[in-house]
Antibody, heavy 130, light 107 residues
Framework: QVQLQESGPRLVKPSQTLSLTCTVS??????????WSWIRQAAGKGLEWIGR???????NYNPSLKSRVTISLDTSKNQFFLKLSSVTAADTAVYYC??????????????????????WGQGTLVTVSS | DIQMTQSPSSLSASIGDRVTITCQAS??????LNWYQQRPGKAPKLLIY???NLETGVPSRFSGNGSGTDFTFTISSLQPEDIATYYC?????????FGQGTKLEIK
């Protein structure tokens, strides 16, 4: 059974960098069948996708956060990481890590790869406050 | 970017009722639409992928339908454990987008 677990500081000061680790067990992040992603949810709000990383190290980010986000991975430790710089109170949220199952669709325009979040961590609340 | 409009934002129903939630995309997304359940204080859980495929282990009272821009999610007979917020999600042009969510309550 695949499990994901977020860890990192729960309190971050404004203007500093938020850093989180996602540790994956029961499956390898080196598998080419998946992306590894971060999603966040502010209190009482909906879900916001932050970004994803592939086993190759290739990344994609939400354009709304792209200038402040870095996602990386360490295959030897089966972990991937989130760094969000220059945080403000608006970045206070529950942060989830999740596995994205990659699905290939053959269309008239060629191969389209979509995906869905099939395993999630329990989430960790990060508060930005001085 | 493709926008997802989910409705209603909240819904009250009785045990045993048939419940339907809709999600509309601003552009054709084929059938690349997924549905999640989020119980209070918990992480979201995948229920339906590619519009109509039931994830392994998910009860058959949950179903999804649609293609193009209009999608529906149905619970055929509402159970007490179905109290949750439900989200649709699509993927397009390197961006994953969730609907605003539908909070389902027991009447």
């Amino acid at each position: 059974q695949v499990q994901l677990q977020e860890s990192g500081p729960r309190l971050v000061k404004p203007s500093q960098t938020l850093s989180l680790t996602c540790t994956v067990s029961g499956g390898s992040i080196s598998s080419g069948s998946y992306y590894w992603s971060w999603i966040r949810q502010a209190a009482g709000k909906g879900l916001e996708w932050i970004g994803r990383i592939y086993t190759s190290g290739s990344t994609n980010y939400n354009p709304s956060l792209k200038s402040r986000v870095t996602i990386s991975l360490d295959t030897s430790k089966n972990q991937f990481f989130l760094k969000l710089s220059s945080v403000t109170a608006a970045d206070t949220a529950v942060y989830y890590c999740a596995r994205v199952r990659r699905i290939s669709h053959i269309t008239t325009f060629g191969v389209v790869i979509t995906g869905y979040f099939d395993y999630w961590g329990q989430g960790t609340l990060v508060t930005v406050s001085s | 970017d493709i926008q997802m409009t989910q409705s209603p934002s909240s819904l009250s129903a009785s045990i045993g009722d048939r419940v339907t939630i809709t999600c509309q995309a601003s552009q054709d997304i084929n059938n690349y639409l997924n549905w999640y359940q989020q119980r209070p204080g918990k992480a979201p859980k995948l229920l339906i992928y590619d519009a109509s495929n039931l994830e392994t282990g998910v009860p058959s009272r949950f179903s999804g339908n649609g293609s193009g821009t209009d999608f529906t999610f149905t619970i055929s007979s509402l159970q007490p454990e179905d109290i949750a917020t439900y989200y649709c999600q699509q993927y397009d042009n390197l961006l994953y987008t969730f609907g605003q969510g539908t909070k389902l309550e027991i009447k």
